[in-house]
């Protein structure tokens, strides 16, 4: 099976550099043509071939994921739990400067150190915790299909399934840079390690070589 990758398109709180989190933040006017040009690019070349489209449950990834599909004539769009972003806790809604002024220490572990972290407040996650459930979600679609998967997710879901694919450890998370709507392919095939085909690219939106580094991450 071929994962073909993609992480949702912008939201506000990207731009403004707000910790998002599992809040259920829209798609900006750019993010909802960042999802209409990846679903061209995907549509050029995978028109009827996807099995299947899967997305987390929150609407910057689920309305990217239904471009897609309807631009690749896929009919099968499956919402998996273990797909949602990682729980940011009491981070949620406010920008990098609000979280440096309150945890300057927990902030500086999580850009340094960030398999040490848990996040702060109800419900704050671990990256392990976010890894176990989205390599559950992977497994269980390689289970369940045979050919070409589209998934679409999120930043730190992305980065923590590359850690394994990879079998690199959580503590390079920071190593990977994932744009939004960049496309990132993974080639899962029995009793032999995963293989990364592709990471990151986003061409297809008409960017440069440089992407800014978001704050809210």
């Known amino acids: 099976m071929r994962l073909f990758i993609v992480r949702h398109g912008e939201t506000e709180w990207n731009r403004d550099g707000r910790f998002q989190g599992q809040q259920d933040t829209a798609l900006s006017e750019t993010g909802l043509a960042q999802a209409d040009k990846v679903a061209a690019y995907l549509a050029e070349r995978m028109r009827g071939k996807f099995e299947a489209i899967?997305?987390?449950p929150l609407s910057r990834a689920k309305i990217?994921?239904?471009k897609i599909a309807s631009a690749c004539g896929c009919n099968r769009l499956d919402v998996i739990p273990g797909l949602t972003?990682?729980?940011?806790?009491d981070w949620e809604g406010l920008l990098s400067s609000e979280v440096k002024k309150l945890w300057p220490r927990v902030l500086d572990l999580w850009h340094t150190s960030p398999h040490t972290v848990i996040?702060?407040?109800d419900g704050g996650e671990s990256l392990r915790g976010v890894q176990i459930r989205a390599?559950?979600?992977?497994?269980a679609m390689a289970s369940a299909y045979d050919g070409d998967v589209c998934v679409t997710a999120h930043d730190a879901v992305i980065k923590v399934l590359l850690c394994h694919f990879l079998g690199a450890p959580l503590s390079s998370f920071w190593n990977f840079q994932i744009a939004n709507c960049s496309l990132t392919i993974?080639?899962?095939?029995?009793d032999t390690p995963?293989?990364?085909n592709l990471m990151g690219d986003a061409h297809f939106l008409g960017a440069g070589?440089?992407?800014?580094?978001?704050?809210g991450l």
């Open 119 to 121: 996040m702060p407040g």
């Open 64 to 66: 990217t994921a239904e």
């Open 54 to 56: 899967a997305a987390s």
């Open 186 to 190: 993974a080639e899962l095939r029995k």
């Open 209 to 215: 070589f440089e992407t800014p580094e978001q704050k």
């Open 135 to 139: 390599c559950e979600a992977v497994d």
């Open 85 to 89: 972003e990682i729980n940011h806790g």
């Open 194 to 196: 995963p293989r990364v």
